[in-house]
């Protein structure tokens, strides 16, 4: 059974940058689509990138447009999240699905495989 670990996180100043990375241990991502969420402390869930497998280009929150990057290997082993430019908002555990959200791919419900998150903590 393929399980998603994700990796990278940690404590950053803002205006750095980190990629995390989210690892499908046992097989691939087969999936329609792959997304990263994050999630502050006391706060839901919060969509911030979202990859489908179709082909279409990746979809962001308009919180993380133009500073993280969403990216996969060939192989479709890897997910990566690039983040540039890290703000102190920016803090949460990160976290990243796989599901069949149609287009829906901001709904953390639509996801059914989660990792188990890796923390980011960026410092003003």
């Known amino acids: 059974q393929v399980q998603l670990v994700e990796s990278g996180g940690g404590l950053v100043q803002a205006g750095d940058s980190l990629r995390l990375t989210c690892s499908a241990s046992?097989?691939?991502?087969?999936?329609?689509?792959v997304a990263w969420f994050r999630q502050a402390p006391g706060k839901e869930h919060e969509f911030v990138a979202a990859?489908?497998?179709?082909?279409?280009?990746?979809y962001y929150h308009n919180s993380v447009k133009g500073r993280f990057t969403i990216s996969t290997d060939n192989a479709k082993n890897t997910v990566y999240l690039q983040m540039n430019s890290l703000k102190p908002d920016d803090t949460a555990v990160y976290y990243c699905?796989?599901?069949?959200?149609?287009?829906?791919?901001?709904?953390?419900?639509?996801?059914?495989?989660w990792g188990q998150g890796t923390p980011v903590t960026v410092s003003s």
């Open positions: 699905a796989t599901g069949t959200p149609g287009l829906r791919l901001w709904m953390p419900d639509e996801y059914d495989l």
């Open positions: 046992g097989g691939t991502f087969s999936a329609d689509a």
């Open positions: 990859l489908s497998w179709s082909g279409d280009s990746p």
